[in-house]
T-cell receptor, first 113, second 112 residues
């Protein structure tokens, strides 16, 4: 079956702009989690959506938001971009959530200049 | 909240030798401990996991051990091969907040 897809793969934005990233999970998976990955910081949990509801949220400012659609596809939005938001944003899908195997997409590399 | 520490940050071993990566966690309620492998340009991929009711689990050349008393768990790779070169992450989750908390990663280098 098809894996997790993320679009776009690369993105360059300017400080103050906003950005929307998209994630299509594996068919049948209802849980989508988003992570920020930066060198030396590992993976930082942003939030998890399950059946269109945000089920869990990490310690990120309100500039980071997300949503999930009825087909389980998810979007993540970052408003008022800062230089420190430059990172690889990973999306992971699973059948039931964090306690089950997470299938990761290749990520979206965001560069803020 | 949960905190996961991972050591070493970089590990270089000769092909054919064994590699061991160690993680400690802080939340005694944590009950699920997966290990992920991330190759360049790809997202992490689950390689093995263990739950708190088990002390050890093996899958061919890889094994994970868990010491609940000491709150640490380790990844063991035997007979290392060039394709084992990657970044390895440990993680832990507890029922209290149901979030995967990740270690900072170990870059494993297999020398030919």
């Amino acid at each position: 079956k098809a894996g997790v897809t993320q679009t776009p793969r690369y993105l360059i934005k300017t400080r103050g702009q906003q950005v929307t990233l998209s994630c299509s999970p594996i068919s049948g998976h209802r849980s989508v989690s988003w992570y920020q990955q930066t060198p030396g910081q590992g993976l930082q949990f942003l939030f998890e959506y399950f059946s269109e509801t945000q089920r869990n949220k990490g310690n990120f400012p309100g500039r980071f938001s997300g949503r999930q659609f009825s087909n389980s596809r998810s979007e993540m939005n970052v408003s008022t971009l800062e230089l420190g938001d430059s990172a690889l944003y990973l999306c992971a899908s699973s059948f039931s959530g964090a306690g089950a195997e997470q299938y990761f997409g290749p990520g979206t590399r965001l560069t803020v200049t | 909240g949960e905190n996961v520490e991972q050591h070493p940050s970089t590990l270089s071993v000769q092909e054919g030798d064994s590699a061991v990566i160690k993680c400690t966690y802080s939340d005694s309620a944590s009950n699920y401990f997966p290990w992920y492998k991330q190759e360049l340009g790809k997202g992490p991929q689950l390689i093995i996991d263990i739950r708190s009711n088990v002390g050890e689990k093996k899958d061919q050349r890889i094994a994970v051990t868990l010491n609940k008393t000491a709150k640490h768990f380790s990844l063991h790779i035997t007979e290392t091969q060039p394709e084992d070169s990657a970044v390895y992450f440990c993680a832990a989750i507890s029922d209290s907040n149901y979030q995967l908390i990740w270690g900072a990663g170990t870059k494993l280098i297999i020398k030919p």
